[in-house]
C-alpha cells in the first residue's frame, strides 16, 4: 500500500507543482519544477533511489520523506494535500527572494504542506553553487549540467 501511496502522490504532485511549488521554486531560486526534473536520485516527479548526489539531492530527498510522513498523518490525505492548494508571495525585500505562506488557507494540511514546500526552496538555494548531476548512474544516465 505504501509504494502505490508514492507512486499515486509522484503522479498527483507533480501536476501539482506546475501551481504552488513552481511559484515557490521561481521565487527562491528563479527555476521551475521542471528544471529539477532529472536533477540527481530524489528532486523532480520521480519516487526517488540511491544516494544523493550532492546536498540539493539531499534537500529533494528529505522533501519526499516530508510528503510521505505528511500524507500518513492524522491531518492529510490525497484530496486535502493536492485538491486544497496553499497559495504563496514572493518577497524581494530581504536580499535573498523570499517565499511566504498567505495565511489564509482551508486546511492545517495546505498549511504544512506550503511549510514544507518553502523548507525546499529554502535548503535548494543555500546549496544552488553546488549545482552537478543530472541522470546520475544508479539513478539514470549521467549527465553534468551547469544552471
Known amino acids: 500500500m505504501v509504494l502505490k501511496e508514492i507512486y499515486y ?3 498527483r504532485r507533480s501536476k501539482f507543482l506546475e501551481g504552488s511549488l513552481d511559484r515557490i521554486l521561481k521565487c527562491t531560486i528563479e527555476k521551475s519544477f521542471s528544471d529539477l526534473e532529472d536533477y540527481g536520485c ?16 539531499i534537500c529533494c530527498r528529505h522533501h519526499k520523506v516530508f510528503l510521505q510522513l ?17 497559495d ?24 504544512k ?6 523548507w525546499l526552496g529554502n535548503c535548494i538555494q543555500k546549496h544552488i553553487s553546488d549545482v552537478g548531476y543530472f541522470n546520475k ?3 539514470s ?7
Open 141 to 147: 544516465n549521467y549527465r553534468q549540467t551547469s544552471w
Open 42 to 57: 530524489w528532486c523532480g516527479s520521480k519516487e526517488g533511489n540511491g544516494n544523493p548526489v550532492d546536498a540539493i539531492d
Open 113 to 118: 504542506l506550503c511549510k514544507g514546500d518553502i
Open 70 to 86: 505528511l500524507l500518513k498523518s492524522a491531518s492529510c490525505n490525497m484530496f486535502t494535500m493536492f485538491a486544497l492548494p496553499y
Open 88 to 111: 504563496v508571495t514572493c518577497s524581494k525585500n530581504s536580499q535573498q527572494p523570499e517565499a511566504i505562506c498567505n495565511e489564509n488557507m482551508a486546511s492545517v494540511c495546505a498549511k
Open 9 to 11: 502522490l509522484r503522479i
Open 137 to 139: 548512474p544508479g539513478c
